[in-house]
C-alpha cells in the first residue's frame, strides 16, 4: 500500500513538472493569430518594433549623483534650501513660501517655491557647504536659495543638469 501511493505520488509530480515547464515554454511564444480573425482596430507590430532600443552609454540608473560645492565668500550666517518643487509665480501672490528674486534693476522674477519638499536644508558654515546627493533621474531641475539670518534678500540659482555629461555639479560662489 505504501509503495502504491509513492507511485502516485511520483506520477503527480512528473504531472505537474510537464505542465510547468509546458507553461514556461508556451509563454515565450508570440501569439500566432490569422489577421482575418484580428479586431480591425488593432493594429500589427512587427516583431521589430517590440525591441527596445537603448542607447549603448544608457547605464539604465534611475538616480545620477550630484555634487554640490557652495563657497560663498561670506562669515555672515546663512542657510541653504535645494528644491525641486518650484514655479514661476503672479507677481500678486503674497504666499509667504513666494519670494521674489531680482534679476536686474528693471525685472523682477517671482517665485513659488514649496519649502517643504527641498533635498536640502541645512545651515551654512562660514558660507560653505560641500555635500554629494543621489537624486532621481526625473529631477532634473532645482533652485537653490541661500537665506541670510539678517534678513536681506536671498541669492538664488537655478540648475539644470546637463544631460550631456555624466558628472553632475551644482556650484555657488
Same mark, same amino acid.
Given at each position: 500500500? %505504501?509503495?502504491? *501511493?509513492? #507511485? $502516485? *505520488? !511520483? +506520477?503527480?509530480?512528473? @504531472?505537474? @513538472? !510537464?505542465v510547468q515547464i509546458n507553461a514556461c515554454v508556451y509563454s515565450g511564444q508570440?501569439? /500566432?493569430?490569422?489577421d482575418s480573425s484580428a479586431n480591425s482596430t488593432s493594429t500589427n507590430m512587427d516583431s521589430s518594433s517590440r525591441k527596445a532600443l537603448i542607447d549603448p552609454f %544608457?547605464? *539604465?540608473e534611475s538616480t545620477y549623483k550630484l555634487a554640490i560645492d557652495i563657497n560663498l565668500a561670506t562669515q555672515e550666517? !546663512?542657510?541653504l534650501s535645494i528644491c525641486n518643487n518650484f514655479s514661476l509665480a503672479d507677481s500678486n501672490n503674497?504666499?509667504?513660501n513666494t519670494i521674489g528674486l531680482e534679476a536686474t534693476s528693471s525685472l523682477k522674477m517671482t517665485y513659488t517655491v514649496d519649502f517643504d519638499a527641498c533635498l536640502v536644508r541645512a545651515p551654512l558654515i562660514h558660507g560653505q557647504y560641500v555635500q554629494e546627493l543621489k537624486v532621481a533621474n526625473?529631477?532634473?531641475?532645482? @533652485? +537653490? +536659495?541661500v537665506w541670510y539670518y539678517d534678513g536681506s534678500d536671498p541669492l538664488y540659482q @537655478? $540648475?539644470?543638469?546637463? /544631460? /550631456?555629461? #555624466?558628472? #553632475? #555639479? *551644482? +556650484?555657488?560662489?
Open positions: 500500500m %505504501n509503495s502504491t *501511493l509513492t #507511485q $502516485w *505520488l !511520483a +506520477v503527480i509530480t512528473v @504531472i505537474c @513538472i !510537464a508570440e501569439d /500566432e493569430t490569422d %544608457n547605464t *539604465l550666517r !546663512a542657510f503674497t504666499d509667504s526625473h529631477d532634473d531641475v532645482f @533652485i +537653490v +536659495v @537655478i $540648475w539644470r543638469k546637463d /544631460e /550631456e555629461s #555624466q558628472y #553632475q #555639479q *551644482l +556650484v555657488l560662489d
